[in-house]
């Protein structure tokens, strides 16, 4: 009965972890776009911002309340590490290094999680997880360095220090739904982001001023959808998953719809290391989110016994 609970409530987790990565994987290219006209300060201000004033309006609609006195400094907590320190690390390191590197240090976030969770809460990925763990590492980089350069400098330590928040981000994200709905958590967490990045206000007033029209679209887009819509499906998938590792194990697959994404846009056909790594970071995926099914069938499996004579 326990496992039957366990694959009702994975299935609609996996779902919603997935279409959060195929959103999140629109934020490094329009990243890209808003960053040349809108310094990373500013930009973190525009984007969550305009999601707090969308999250905001549901979270009236829907009458959610304020969180308790005694849990402020804990969303203020989340809204630092998830969103204000961890966009401006991020947005800073877009400027120096290139988006192949960049793939590269964010696929670091499910193995710190899935690595902290084991500590903390005792999560077990077993030994096929780990397996598809370094297989979709091992994509990520088929399809980041595949006849393309890594920038190594100090964008790639800001990007590291930005894993580091997410991963942490996530681990405390995972306490604070079991207080929380998930709309309330995104909710107050994207508010208190915003409230903090409110310092950067003066500089976003004058640089939107003189932005061209494509980065203000850029901006708003990240605002609604990579980050409202975003963060309300991955916090609802964080609060129904039996594992935390499920939902962030789909982290490894926003590199490779991002590069998607950026050939059509482009229009580039596809290479051999894009094809290569992409299939292997999706061999990655099915092994993972099968890897109960896998060691239940091995289990079962009756053990050799010599012919009697």
């Known amino acids: 009965m326990m496992q039957n609970e366990q694959?009702?409530?994975?299935?609609?987790?996996?779902?919603?972890?997935?279409?959060?990565?195929?959103?999140?994987?629109?934020?490094?290219?329009?990243?890209?776009?808003?960053?040349?006209?809108?310094?990373?300060?500013?930009l973190g201000l525009l984007r969550y911002g305009s999601?707090?004033?969308?999250?905001?309006?549901?979270?009236i609609y829907k009458r959610i309340g304020l969180p308790s006195k005694r849990d402020i400094p804990l969303f203020l907590l989340l809204g630092a590490l998830?969103?204000?320190?961890?966009?401006?690390?991020?947005?800073?390191?877009?400027?120096?290094?290139?988006?192949?590197?960049?793939?590269?240090?964010?696929?670091?976030?499910?193995?710190?999680?899935?690595?902290?969770?084991?500590?903390?809460?005792?999560e077990r990925l077993g030994k096929i997880g780990w397996i598809a763990v370094f297989i979709e590492f091992a994509g990520i980089l088929?399809?980041?360095l595949w006849k393309r350069e890594v920038?190594?400098?100090w964008g790639l330590s800001w990007m590291i220090i930005a894993a580091m928040c997410f991963a942490a981000y996530n681990l405390?994200?995972?306490?604070?739904?079991?207080?929380?709905?998930?709309?309330?958590?995104?909710?107050?967490?994207?508010?208190?982001?915003?409230?903090?990045?409110?310092?950067?206000?003066?500089?976003?007033?004058?640089?939107?001023?003189t932005a061209p029209t494509q980065a203000l679209l850029a901006v708003l887009f990240m605002g609604v959808f990579p980050s409202a819509i975003g963060f309300l499906l991955w916090t609802k998938a964080l609060s129904i998953a039996h594992q935390i590792g499920d939902v962030t194990n789909f982290m490894f697959v926003t590199p490779l719809l991002s590069t998607l994404l950026?050939?059509?846009?482009?229009?580039?056909?596809?290479?051999?290391?894009?094809?290569?790594?992409?299939?292997?970071?999706?061999?990655?995926?099915?092994?993972?989110?099968?890897?109960?099914?896998?060691?239940?069938?091995?289990?079962k499996k009756p053990a050799f016994t010599p012919l009697q004579r």
């Open 7 to 42: 694959q009702r409530t994975a299935n609609p987790a996996l779902l919603l972890a997935f279409l959060t990565v195929i959103l999140w994987s629109t934020g490094f290219v329009f990243t890209r776009i808003a960053v040349r006209d809108i310094g990373p300060f500013p």
């Open 51 to 59: 999601a707090s004033v969308i999250l905001l309006g549901i979270g």
């Open 82 to 122: 998830g969103f204000v320190l961890y966009q401006i690390f991020f947005n800073i390191a877009m400027t120096t290094i290139s988006a192949a590197t960049a793939s590269v240090v964010t696929a670091t976030v499910p193995v710190l999680t899935a690595f902290f969770a084991s500590l903390l809460f005792r």
């Open 142 to 144: 088929i399809l980041t």
């Open 151 to 153: 920038s190594i400098g």
């Open 172 to 209: 405390i994200q995972r306490f604070v739904v079991t207080r929380y709905s998930s709309l309330q958590s995104t909710v107050y967490t994207i508010v208190a982001s915003s409230i903090m990045f409110m310092v950067f206000l003066p500089q976003a007033i004058e640089e939107v001023s």
């Open 262 to 299: 950026e050939i059509l846009l482009i229009g580039d056909i596809p290479d051999t290391g894009t094809i290569t790594g992409g299939v292997t970071i999706l061999f990655g995926v099915v092994l993972f989110n099968n890897r109960t099914l896998l060691l239940s069938r091995f289990a």
